[in-house]
C-alpha cells in the first residue's frame, strides 16, 4: 500500500471514530467538529459531520455553531501578544524561541496548542480571582461537559473585565482543554476563527436535520440576530423571522460561464447587463425604515448616507438587489444601445469609504454613491422572488421611472442579436470599468445561493503581467511548512522594484517545488521571510491597477494571484516598472488608491 492510500484509510479511520462520538457533547463535540472539517478534503464528509453534529448539539450550541459559521462572532478581547507572553511564561521559552516555532508552524493558536505543556501549572489565584468578578461564571465542571454556547458567554463578559481577570480565565481554560479543544479555543479567542466552510453547507446540513428546505432557512438565518439572545428555535420560526423588518434575503449568485455563450440557445431568452465592479447589496424599505445590507450580510446603512433619500421615495414593503457603485453623473448624456446617462468610477474610489466608522464630507464628494438595481425582491410587502424576471423587471423600470433620483438607477439592459456581437459588445467591458457580462434567462425566478442554469456571469479576461520572485515566507494552515506566499518585481533599469504579493495560483506540486528552490536559494533572512535569488518567473494576473503612494512601484493591484509559472521565459525578460504605469494609463485609476487594493 503507497504512502497517499495509507494517509486515505488512516483518515477514514478518524473520521469514523470522531462521527461515532455521540457521547462527546458541549465544547468537546464543536472541537472536534472543527477538527474533522480541518482533515477533510470532500464536500460529503463535511457535510455528513456537520449533520452529526447538529443532530446531537444541544440548541444553544446550534446557535452559536451557526453565528460562528456565518461571521457573528464575538468581539476579540486578548491580543496576539498577550498569548504569546503567558503562554512563553507557562513553557519558560523566550519568545524569540517561540517566534521561531510560530514561522515554522504558520499559525499561533496551533503553535501555542503544540507548545503547551499537558498540565498547566497555576496557583489558587485563578480562581479566586475570577470569583472576585461578578460577571464571571466559575464553572468547575469537567471541559468534556462546558458548553459552546458557555464559553463565547464569558468571552463577551471578559471583553470588559481587567487584564488579569482575562490571562486567568484563558490559563485555566488551557489546564482544562485537550490539544485539539486548546486549538479551537484558541482561534476562538484570539479572533481568528476560520473554517474551510461555506455557509451554504452549514444551511444545507441544518435542512437535512430539521428536514427544511435550504432556501427557507438561508432566508431565516441572515439578518441581524444576536446568538447570545436568540433562541435555535426562534432563530428558524417563520414568525420570528418576520417580526425583523431588516432581513434581506439570499442572494441568487451567478456560475462562470467558461465556453461560448452559444451553448446557452437562442439570444431572445437571455436578459443581458453589464457586470459592475462594486459592492453587491440590498436596499430594503419597511416599516418606515430604510436598510442597506451586503451580500456577506454585513448591515452597511450608515456607510452610504445617500441612500437615506430612498426612505422617503421608495413604496412600503419593497427590496431591491443591486450593486453599490461610486458613479459620476454624465448631464445631457443620451442613452446609445448600452450606456446609461452615469460613469461608473474604479473600484478603488468605492475602497476609501470601506470600513470606516465615520464618512467626512470629503469623500462623500469625492466617492459619490448611486446604488444600480438588478432585481426586485419584494414589492408592497409581497415576495416577487418566484415570479418570472421578465416580470420583475418591467415592474422594477416603473419604480425607478417613477423616483427620478440621481441616487439611484437602473441596470441597463444590453441589447444584441446574436452571440457573437455579444462578444464584441464584452470586449468593451473594461472601457466601462465593468467586469463582463451578467447573462440571465428571462424565465428565471430568484433563488438563493449559487445555482446553475439560469445565471451566469462572463467575466473579461484579467490583466497579466511578468514578474520574479524576490521574497518568500511560508503560508498557513495545511501551508504553514511550505513556502507558499511570494513578493515580485519588475525592472527598473538594473534594479528589480517590488511591486505585489500573491499565494494562491499553483498546483500543490507546483507550490513544492517552489519551496524546494527557497530552501536551496535563500540569500538573506527577515523574520519569517527569506530572501531568495530572484530567478522564478510567474505570470501574474490582477483585476484592477491604481496609483498608490504606499508602494514602492507607484501602484496597487487588485486581487493578484499567479496565473502560470513562466519556466519558459529568464528573469531578464520580465516586463519593466514603466509597463505598469502604461497599464495604470490604459486601464487604471489616477487617482490616489487609499486602500489596499492587495487586500
Known amino acids: 500500500m503507497n504512502q497517499t492510500c495509507r494517509l486515505n484509510e488512516y483518515t477514514k479511520i478518524i473520521k469514523l471514530i470522531l462521527l461515532s462520538t455521540s457521547t462527546h457533547t458541549g465544547f468537546k463535540a464543536f472541537a472536534q467538529l472543527i477538527h474533522l472539517l480541518g482533515i477533510s478534503t470532500k464536500t460529503n464528509d463535511k457535510l455528513d459531520a456537520l449533520i ?5 448539539a444541544d440548541d444553544a450550541d446550534k446557535v452559536w455553531t451557526i453565528a460562528m459559521f456565518s461571521g457573528r462572532k464575538p468581539k476579540r478581547f486578548v491580543s496576539p501578544a498577550q498569548l504569546q507572553q503567558w503562554c512563553a511564561e507557562i513553557t519558560g521559552h523566550p519568545l524569540w524561541l517561540f517566534n521561531e516555532c510560530y514561522h515554522t508552524v504558520g499559525d499561533l493558536s496551533e503553535t501555542i496548542a503544540l507548545l503547551l505543556p499537558e498540565r498547566v501549572e497555576i496557583n489558587n489565584a485563578p480562581r479566586d480571582i475570577l470569583t472576585s468578578s ?10 468534556d461537559i462546558k458548553s459552546l454556547s458557555w464559553y463565547l458567554e464569558q468571552f463577551i463578559i471578559l471583553a470588559s473585565s481587567e487584564e488579569e481577570i482575562r490571562k486567568q480565565f484563558i490559563l485555566r481554560s488551557w489546564n482544562e482543554l485537550d490539544a485539539i479543544g486548546r486549538f479551537v479555543f484558541n482561534k476562538l479567542i484570539s479572533g481568528n476563527f476560520r473554517i474551510g466552510v461555506s455557509q451554504q453547507l452549514i444551511i444545507n446540513a441544518l435542512a437535512k436535520v430539521i428536514k427544511q428546505d435550504a432556501s427557507v432557512i438561508a432566508h431565516r438565518l441572515s439578518g441581524n440576530w444576536d446568538p447570545a439572545s436568540i433562541s435555535f428555535s426562534a432563530l428558524l420560526h417563520e414568525s420570528v423571522a418576520n417580526l425583523d423588518a431588516s432581513k434581506p434575503y439570499p442572494f441568487y449568485l451567478a456560475y462562470p460561464i467558461e465556453e461560448n455563450p ?3 440557445g437562442n439570444p431572445e431568452d437571455w436578459q443581458v447587463e453589464w457586470k459592475w465592479d462594486g459592492i453587491r447589496g440590498q436596499v430594503i424599505k419597511r416599516q418606515g425604515e430604510l436598510f442597506v445590507w451586503s451580500r456577506g450580510e454585513e448591515l452597511i446603512t450608515e456607510k452610504f448616507p445617500e441612500y437615506q433619500v ?3 421615495l421608495l413604496p412600503e414593503g419593497t427590496v431591491l438587489d443591486g450593486e453599490i457603485l461610486s458613479i459620476k453623473l454624465i448631464a445631457n448624456n443620451p442613452c446609445d444601445n448600452n450606456l446609461p446617462n452615469w460613469v461608473p468610477l474604479p473600484f478603488s474610489s468605492l475602497q476609501t469609504r470601506i470600513g470606516r466608522k465615520n464618512i467626512t464630507k470629503k469623500q462623500l464628494q469625492e466617492a459619490p454613491v448611486g ?26 423600470e416603473k419604480i425607478i421611472q417613477t423616483l427620478q433620483h440621481p441616487v439611484i438607477h437602473i441596470s441597463p439592459v444590453i441589447l444584441f442579436s446574436t452571440w457573437e456581437s455579444l462578444t464584441e459588445i464584452r470586449k468593451q467591458s473594461r472601457n466601462g470599468n465593468a467586469e463582463g457580462l451578467m447573462l440571465k434567462r428571462k424565465t428565471s425566478d430568484y433563488q438563493a445561493g449559487r445555482k446553475r442554469g439560469d445565471w451566469w456571469k462572463w467575466k473579461i479576461d484579467p490583466l497579466t503581467i511578468d514578474a520574479v520572485m524576490i521574497y518568500a515566507q511560508k503560508g498557513s494552515g495545511r501551508r504553514s511548512n511550505l513556502y507558499t506566499d511570494y513578493t515580485f518585481a519588475v525592472k527598473e533599469g538594473d534594479k528589480l522594484v517590488p511591486f505585489a504579493k500573491a499565494y494562491s495560483g499553483l498546483t500543490d506540486k507546483e507550490f513544492a517545488e517552489v519551496d524546494n528552490f527557497v530552501k536551496r536559494n535563500s540569500i538573506e533572512k527577515f523574520g519569517p521571510v527569506r530572501t531568495v535569488k530572484p530567478e522564478l518567473v510567474f505570470e501574474l494576473a490582477f483585476e484592477g491597477i491604481a496609483l498608490s503612494s504606499r508602494h514602492k ?30 497599464m495604470l494609463r490604459l486601464y487604471g485609476n489616477k487617482k490616489e488608491d487609499s486602500a489596499n487594493a492587495e487586500d
Open 553 to 582: 512601484s507607484g501602484v496597487a493591484l487588485r486581487f493578484p494571484r499567479m496565473s502560470r509559472w513562466r519556466k519558459d521565459k529568464p528573469a531578464s525578460e520580465i516586463n519593466t516598472l514603466a509597463d505598469l504605469h502604461d
Open 262 to 264: 452559444s451553448i446557452l
Open 310 to 312: 430612498l426612505k422617503q
Open 134 to 143: 461578578q460577571n464571571i461564571d466559575v464553572n468547575d465542571e469537567p471541559a
Open 371 to 396: 446604488f444600480i438595481v438588478y432585481d426586485l425582491l419584494e414589492y408592497n410587502g409581497e415576495d416577487f422572488r418566484q415570479r418570472p424576471m421578465q416580470e420583475r423587471r418591467q415592474q422594477l
Open 52 to 56: 452529526q453534529y447538529f443532530a446531537m
